[in-house]
Nanobody, 123 residues
Framework: VQAVESGGGAVQVGGSLRLSCVAS????????TGWFRQAPGQEREFVGL????????RYIDSVKGRFTISRDNAENTVFLQMNSLKPEDTAVYYC?????????????????WGQGTQVTVSS
């Protein structure tokens, strides 16, 4: 499974963006997918994840109520809807899949990373 992210851009505080993660490979619909972000000079940070069916999601506290992850397995796509964006959300956002469906927040358990998409939130 290989992932490609898109949908990033520059927005003002309070704005919204919808990121897409399109994956190739026929096993995509059977694996969980995570979203991560990395700001300059910082480690890659877990943002949220969705299980293979879309029936389970998990988020870090700082994005709860603002970000929503969903998926369309027929289109091999996972979405990250980001609302009420803040300057601290500025980062490169990545998606990745966990072939073993461990539902982990640790990026080391994820494979097939995309190239990332830049999100910049200005005040």
């Amino acid at each position: 499974v290989q992932a490609v992210e898109s949908g990033g851009g520059a927005v003002q505080v309070g704005g919204s963006l919808r990121l897409s993660c399109v994956a190739s490979g026929r096993t995509f619909s059977s694996v969980s997918t995570g979203w991560f972000r990395q700001a300059p000079g910082q480690e890659r940070e877990f943002v949220g994840l969705i299980n293979w069916s879309g029936g389970y999601t998990r988020y870090i506290d700082s994005v709860k109520g603002r970000f929503t992850i969903s998926r369309d397995n027929a289109e091999n796509t996972v979405f990250l809807q980001m609302n009420s964006l803040k300057p601290e959300d500025t980062a490169v956002y990545y998606c990745a899949t966990d072939p073993q469906n461990r539902l982990s927040t640790n990026p080391k358990f994820y494979a097939y990373w995309g190239q990332g998409t830049q999100v910049t939130v200005s005040s």
